[in-house]
């Protein structure tokens, strides 16, 4: 009895230590990040204030930009995670289905009573009900649901959805927030394969509904396509899929072109996802996207010029950016220091690794691409961006980028293999202890 009484006692003030640090964590971190001796002249322009990146933080995390008329009221989405007992379709998705599709859970958005309930195995993990009550508290990272009293109305999703993972303090995929990393586990093709209406898709490409699904199966956790609503193309030539991994949203600070392919900056890349991908509502320009040959189905949806009377996007380019660039890049403490300290060495002189991967940013200073010839890689995916070329991927934190695989399709299993293609490629003549070594160092990044 009494142990029992103390167990959830203490439960109950874990939950609340949790909440507390969180709190002070997200506290520490904003005042770490504006904090300014030297005051603005008149005219001069203000560093980003602790309000603009709450801001930016807040947009990350929760807007839809409203999105919503895509995956609820298009593709309804909602209807399915609702399922049939709860005013949707079909079986519904219970908060284990969820997690194993890889959606996280955010902790701290938990009441405590609940979160106790949850540990004592008092809460139905099961019944889509429940995964209903998350959304209502707003817990699921990067989902949003709306609702009508207890009736889930529509969904939509934030850049959360992708760029965040959490901690798994509290349970496998439930914790505090991991803002900017990519979530390797989050099965886009499998939830987006949901939607009970896909004529959105089918009418987009102009395919039929089970080739959607088809491509939509193929993706796999921790992928997603953004250049096929673009080109429709699905397939790489040996027939794997063409989605490439999930990248990180932190370290981009000081690097000039983004993606994998190096479709632009971050503000425009940040506005071409909130349109195009996302759905949300708002106004873009890129003429690069009325090359009907390079790009049919943009060219042929009007993707180069969108324009919409509402625009829910474009003011909260400026604060999402500032957040962005402030995420903070996490590093792993376990390595070998000593072999990391060689691998330096072997970096930035025998690999020639520096040459393009420049510190700090480990990206080139400059115009950081590349063509596929450069690094003996085929030129599939860098033939799908307007520049042809692959951009070098800035290798920071690696330690939130290890499942997977590396390169943009996820093709090299290991660091290691990525060292041998490199070695082979650039005719190195690495012997297995330095690749060892580098590996190290690229560990610690
Ligand atoms: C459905 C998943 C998904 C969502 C939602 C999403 N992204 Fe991404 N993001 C990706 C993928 C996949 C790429 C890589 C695209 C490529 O290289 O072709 C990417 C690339 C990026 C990059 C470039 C990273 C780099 O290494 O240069 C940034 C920055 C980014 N996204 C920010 C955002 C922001 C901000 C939002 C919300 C407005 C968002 N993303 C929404 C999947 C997503
Ligand atoms: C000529 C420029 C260039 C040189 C030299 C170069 N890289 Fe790269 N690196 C790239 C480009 C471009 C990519 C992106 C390839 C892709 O995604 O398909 C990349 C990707 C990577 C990745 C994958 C990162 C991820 O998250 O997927 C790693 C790791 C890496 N390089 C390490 C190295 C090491 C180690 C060396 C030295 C042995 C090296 N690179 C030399 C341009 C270069």
Known sequence: MIAKALGRLLALLGAALVLYLAVVLVNVTIA???????????GAAAPPSSRVLARGRQ????????????????????????????????????????LSVGLKV?????????????????????????????LKLNAVVGVRGFFRG???????????????????????????????????????????????????ITGLLQVDEATVNKVLA?????KFDAELFLDG????????????????????????LHTYTGWGSVPYWNAFVANLEMHGIGNFDDDRLSNAKQFPVAARAGFAHVRNKRDLITSKLGPLHLYQLSLPVPHSKRFNRAAARRGKAIFNGKGRCANCHMPPA??????????????????????????????TTPLRGIVAKTKGGFYH????????????????CFKLGLSSREKTELVEYLRGR
């Open 59 to 98: 947009i990350f995390r929760f807007d839809t930009f409203g999105d919503q008329a895509f995956w609820g009221s298009a593709l309804q989405l909602h209807r399915a995670i609702a399922g049939s007992k709860n005013g949707g379709v079909g079986p519904g998705v219970s908060p284990k289905t969820a």
């Open 106 to 134: 955010d902790a701290t958005r938990i009441p405590t009573s609940v979160a106790a309930a949850i540990k004592a195995g008092k809460v139905n993990l099961n019944d889509p009900k429940v995964t209903l009550t998350l």
């Open 218 to 222: 193929s993706w796999g956790p921790g």
């Open 409 to 424: 399709d996820g093709r090299y299993p290991t660091l290691r293999a990525v060292v041998d293609h490199y070695d082979s």
């Open 233 to 256: 193309k699905a397939f790489r030539p040996d027939g794997k899929s063409a989605a490439t991994l999930i990248p990180a949203a932190f370290g981009l600070d000081g690097i000039n």
């Open 150 to 200: 207890n009736r889930l109305t529509s969904m939509g999703i934030t850049c959360a959805f992708c760029h965040s993972t959490v901690d798994n303090s509290f349970a496998p995929g439930i914790g505090r927030r991991r803002d900017g990393w990519p979530n390797r586990d989050l099965n886009v093709g499998a939830i987006v394969g949901l939607a009970p209406n896909k004529k959105p």
């Open 362 to 391: 480990f990206s080139d200073a400059g115009w950081n691409l590349h063509t596929g010839e450069e690094i003996c890689t085929d030129n599939f995916q860098s033939s799908r961006s307007p520049t042809f070329r692959y951009r």
């Open 32 to 42: 770490a990040v504006s904090t300014s001796t030297a005051k603005p002249s008149r």
